[in-house]
């Protein structure tokens, strides 16, 4: 049994290691993906280059159409403004050829640039322009997307409850509606097929769905970024937040190799090191960073915005951790700086030893007299200390007496059936008064002689008004009797309470009354009580 338990810990330790080794490949894959951002989009802009190249002199509309249209695909999620230009250059080519096919293409093309920078009033005024009647067969899978997520950015942004629901409902029907059309067999039939289980509701087979499908599709495409991050929320939803942070990774580093201006995954990843991984505060500002720069490339004024809102606490995380790197790096500064000083001092201290060891029987001298002025102190207090023992010890003999002399009273009292005398003496308070009046005198004699400047010392600690003041004829009154029995050792408001004939809760507000009056700390009060009539 025994060595069961230590192979299982042993797997669990073991298990524990290689995901959190995982966990730092993955981050450190990004990290080198975003340091070679450069080269991905210089590779994306020679593909766009190469496109351009195509745009010679003497080609008819139909080609320009084809190339501008392949050149609006390659800016479509990169740039734009440049995915716009080619939009409207792609629509006055469909005017003058009188292309119905051609103009319900650009105008899909129009309509998804509008929806994606959050322009869906405008999205959705183009969308209802488009006849769906009229469309082209191989237009259809576009079409129905391009709604699909249309109504979905419609829905997101709105986010209420008089105009998301529907938004959402038209999300759903054109969801179905493009999974209608797709290809069987095709990735996109199968992203579909996960993505509708997935939406209503099947988490595990939208799951199993899309982790079949996402090794086979190439990371440099919008797909294998979608599908990531897609399974990303599945798990962040079921509470797999480990699993939700490896599938973020995957998305961003896929934005950025194909590369997509136009993405969400980095920022939700710099939001998620920063609320879940404080101590990768610097890795959050870097991808905030870096996905600032994307929008602000794409020309996104929606995510821009967005980021906007998500940058300031990000940003000022990193500055305060920057801010106490260098405080103590400053900090060691001072400390090297100061133990240079501290070993010249050190130098010049055992030099001047040399000379001091001359009076060091002056000293020594000196501190065997104030020894002996201590003993002095300590043997006078023991016998202080020694007489008060005794008279406690008189004390209680005398109360023990007093005890035997009640109940010989008491005895009587029943003997000669004088119940009535009995029911009166044992129903006052009084005789209780007075012996515990003359207890607290003696009390405070016998404390009082054993620290004589105990009022004035621990008023000391108080503030002006705070000072406590004792009645003309008292010696201590009841907060000074708490803090006389702390002085002694007992702390115990229960035991306070005790003694004193208090409750526990009134013993707790006489001293939390007192401590808030204190001169020094409140959590330091009661250790300098303890230090008054400490020999010195």
């Known amino acids: 049994m025994r060595n069961r338990l230590l192979l299982f810990l042993l797997y669990l330790c073991s298990t524990f290691f290689l995901q959190a080794t995982e966990r730092e490949d993955w981050l450190e894959e990004l990290d080198r993906i975003v340091t070679e951002r450069p080269r991905y989009m210089e590779r994306k802009e020679k593909r766009i280059d190469n496109l351009r190249q195509l745009q010679r002199p003497?080609?008819?509309?139909?080609?320009?159409?084809?190339?501008?249209?392949?050149?609006?695909?390659?800016?479509?999620?990169?740039?734009?403004?440049?995915?716009?230009?080619?939009?409207?250059?792609?629509?006055?080519?469909?005017?003058?050829?009188?292309?119905?096919?051609?103009?319900?293409?650009?105008?899909?093309?129009?309509?998804?640039?509008?929806?994606?920078?959050?322009?869906?009033?405008?999205?959705?005024?183009?969308?209802?322009?488009?006849?769906r009647e009229t469309l082209a067969e191989e237009l259809l899978p576009e079409y129905y997307s391009v709604a699909e997520w249309t109504y979905y950015a419609a829905s997101a942004l709105t986010n209420d409850q008089l105009f998301a629901p529907s938004y959402k409902q038209m999300?759903?029907?054109?969801?179905?509606?493009?999974?209608?059309?797709?290809?069987?067999?095709?990735?996109d039939y199968i992203y579909y097929e996960g993505k509708i289980a997935y939406y209503t509701g099947n988490l595990q087979k939208g799951?199993?769905?899309?982790?079949?499908?996402?090794?086979?599709?190439?990371?440099?495409?919008?797909?294998?970024?979608?599908?990531?991050?897609?399974?990303?929320?599945?798990?962040?939803?079921?509470?797999?937040?480990?699993?939700?942070?490896?599938?973020?990774?995957?998305?961003?580093?896929?934005?950025?190799?194909?590369?997509?201006?136009?993405?969400?995954?980095?920022?939700?990843?710099?939001l998620y090191l920063y609320s879940h991984k404080p101590e990768e505060i610097d890795r959050a500002y870097r991808y905030i960073q870096c996905s600032m720069e994307d929008a602000h490339f794409y020309n996104n004024r929606l995510r821009i915005l967005q980021i906007s809102?998500?940058?300031?606490?990000?940003?000022?995380?990193?500055?305060?951790?920057?801010?106490?790197?260098?405080?103590?790096?400053?900090l060691s500064l001072r400390i090297i700086s100061l133990l240079s000083l501290f070993t010249i001092l050190l130098l010049f201290y055992l030099y001047k030893q040399i000379r001091v060891v001359k009076k060091s029987r002056q000293e020594l001298h000196l501190l065997n007299e104030k020894l002996n002025v201590l003993n002095h102190k300590l043997y006078n207090a023991n016998l202080t200390k020694e007489e008060y023992v005794g008279l406690f010890m008189n004390l209680c003999s005398t109360y023990i007496d007093k005890l035997n002399k009640y109940r010989e009273t008491v005895k009587r009292k029943i003997i000669a059936k004088q119940i009535d005398d009995l029911y009166k003496m044992t129903n006052s308070t009084r005789a209780i008064e007075v012996e515990l009046d003359h207890f607290f005198l003696h009390f405070d004699n016998a404390f009082l002689s054993l620290y004589p400047t105990f009022v004035e010392d621990i008023n000391k600690l108080l503030t002006e008004e705070g000072k406590i003041k004792v009645k003309k004829g008292e010696l201590l009154n009841t907060e000074l009797r708490i803090f006389a029995l702390i002085r002694l050792g007992i702390k115990d408001s229960s035991k306070i309470a005790a003694f004193l004939r208090y409750s526990p809760q009134t013993i707790y507000n006489y001293r939390t009354k007192v401590k808030n009056k204190s001169v020094v700390s409140r959590e330091s009060f009661e250790d300098q009580v303890m230090e008054i009539g400490n020999l010195s």
């Open 58 to 131: 003497g080609l008819s509309l139909e080609e320009k159409y084809r190339i501008n249209h392949a050149i609006y695909q390659e800016y479509n999620t990169y740039r734009y403004d440049s995915a716009m230009h080619y939009v409207f250059l792609n629509r006055e080519i469909a005017r003058q050829l009188n292309n119905p096919t051609y103009m319900d293409e650009t105008a899909i093309a129009f309509t998804i640039l509008l929806a994606t920078t959050g322009m869906y009033h405008e999205a959705l005024e183009n969308l209802a322009g488009i006849q």
């Open 171 to 187: 999300e759903d029907l054109y969801r179905d509606s493009v999974f209608s059309v797709l290809e069987a067999g095709t990735a």
């Open 207 to 270: 799951l199993d769905i899309f982790l079949g499908l996402y090794p086979e599709i190439p990371v440099d495409t919008r797909l294998y970024a979608i599908v990531t991050w897609d399974i990303a929320n599945i798990y962040k939803h079921m509470g797999r937040m480990d699993l939700y942070e490896k599938f973020l990774v995957l998305a961003a580093i896929s934005d950025q190799v194909c590369p997509l201006k136009e993405n969400l995954a980095m920022q939700e990843l710099a």
């Open 309 to 330: 809102q998500k940058l300031p606490i990000i940003v000022t995380a990193y500055q305060q951790k920057s801010e106490k790197e260098k405080n103590s790096l400053a």
